[in-house]
């Protein structure tokens, strides 16, 4: 009996079973720098927490059936703001995953954006909720002219913008350390990949900033870019990465 334990014990893992603990990896092509989970990043997800919580469409149950109804058609503005949140929150997490930096700049770009986050959680469900209520043919709470929409597409523009603009510093910090962090050739690919998607972000933040100077009821279909742009260059750097793994992997 003790023969046979130690035997199974010592026996090779299926090789499909090896497939499957390679699939359950973080990324493929890219090693995790970071460690244990980091004060840094156990703040971070607190602040993204509260920030959601801020999304609630009501902290109180309804008592009624018309508050009810008026608490379900907030149900898909308060989905579209919970689904951009995180978004960010994963673009975020998978920085700190990644590279694991917390020097003092890296820190204070998470800082900002931490306050970008809270400070634009009601512009953002405002906005949404406008858009919902334009959808849907709803009556809006009060009335809303041609500068007041220009006003409000250009705040979250703005918001928008910078909340890329942060990640765009970020990644390029890391490509500036990419020695320091001892990153190979496809991890170096991988991280100006993602550095040109964020930039692609914040293009689209700044062209819909400039439309909503003109036409803010144009601004907000501009954000529909977004699915064929990453697409495109998706396709195109992903392409990229996998031919330089194996290349790599060969050598």
């Excluded at 004060?39 to 919580?53: S, Y």
């Amino acid at each position: 009996m003790t023969e046979t334990s130690s035997a199974e014990s010592t026996a090779p893992i299926p090789s499909s079973h090896n497939r499957r603990i390679r699939a359950l990896a973080p990324e493929e092509h890219f090693r995790w720098r970071a460690g244990e989970i980091t004060r840094l990043e156990a703040f971070c997800d607190v602040i993204f927490g509260f920030a959601i919580t801020l999304l609630v469409v009501s902290l109180e149950v309804p008592h009624t059936y018309a508050e009810l109804m008026a608490d379900m058609r907030g149900f898909l503005p308060f989905a579209a703001c919970f689904a951009q949140l995180i978004m960010i929150w994963r673009t975020h997490y998978k920085f700190s995953r990644r590279y694991g930096l917390e020097d003092p700049y890296t820190v204070f770009l998470n800082m900002v954006l931490l306050f970008l986050v809270l400070f634009y959680v009601y512009p953002l469900k405002f906005v949404f909720s406008m858009l919902f209520l334009e959808i849907t043919g709803g009556a809006a709470p009060g009335p809303l002219g041609w500068h007041e929409g220009a006003v409000l597409m250009c705040i979250y523009a703005a918001g928008f913008a910078s909340v890329f603009l942060l990640f765009v510093l970020m990644y390029a910090r890391a490509y500036q350390l990419r020695r320091e962090l001892n990153l190979n050739p496809v991890e170096v690919l991988i991280t100006r990949y993602t550095l040109q998607e964020n930039i692609i972000l914040l293009l689209i933040g700044v062209g819909s900033f400039l439309i909503a100077t003109r036409r803010p009821d144009f601004a907000g279909w501009f954000y529909l870019v977004i699915g064929p742009a990453l697409t495109i260059h998706g396709t195109i750097f992903g392409k990229r990465v996998d031919a330089l793994a194996k290349t790599s992997a060969a050598a």
